[in-house]
Every structure is written in C-alpha cells, then in structure tokens.
C-alpha cells in the first residue's frame, strides 16, 4: 500500500506563490499517472494537474500558466508550483498516484 503524505500548504496573499509537496512511503516512479486534485468548502473535489508516464503535463483551464507540476522520477516526490494565487484557489489540495490518495494540505489564499 502506497501512503501519500503532502506539505507545504498555508496561508499566503493573493498573488502570492506555494510549492506544495507529495512525498510517497515507496517509490512511485513505475506509476503511470500522477498529480493533484482539490477541494474547496461546499464543492466537489475537482482535477488540477497531471503528470503522465514521465513529462507529459496537463493542467486545468483555471490554473494553466499560473500552476506547474513536475516529479522526480529517481526519487519520488510530486511537486505543484503555484503562482499568481488567488482567493478562489483556497482549497484542500491532494496528491494522487494511480489510485493512491494523500490526506491532503491546506492552501488558503486571502489578505
């Protein structure tokens, strides 16, 4: 069984930047599919980012140029680089690899 555990989530003003983490308990280099979701209060968790295979990147419309997700394929860290952050981007943001889940890391964006 895979454990997620990702970090790097807090409270920063809007245009701000995070990088949040998602470090994995064994190696996921083998795992095809990769990458995060969120969820902010009183909606559905929705898709953010993905890494296919090794460096194929797809993004959501409302983060495309602002969000970068990359890995490290020799070890096993999952990366989000958020930019330009703003308040609507305030969510519980989790890493998933194939069908494994993280319990999640707070990002709240406000002044």
């Known amino acids: 069984q895979v454990q997620l555990v990702e970090s790097g989530g807090g409270l920063v003003q809007p245009g701000g930047s995070l990088r949040l983490s998602c470090v994995a308990s064994?190696?996921?280099?083998?795992?095809?599919?990769v990458g995060w979701y969120r969820q902010a209060p009183g909606k559905q968790r929705e898709w953010v980012a993905s890494?296919?295979?090794?460096?194929?990147?797809h993004y959501a419309d409302f983060v495309k140029g602002r969000f970068t997700i990359s890995r490290d394929n020799d070890k096993n860290p999952i990366y989000l680089q958020m930019s330009s952050l703003k308040p609507e981007d305030t969510a519980v943001y989790y890493c998933?690899?194939?069908?494994?889940w993280g319990q999640g890391t707070q990002v709240a964006i406000s002044s």
């Open positions: 890494i296919l295979n090794r460096d194929d990147t």
């Open positions: 998933f690899a194939s069908a494994h």
């Open positions: 064994t190696s996921i280099s083998n795992i095809y599919n």
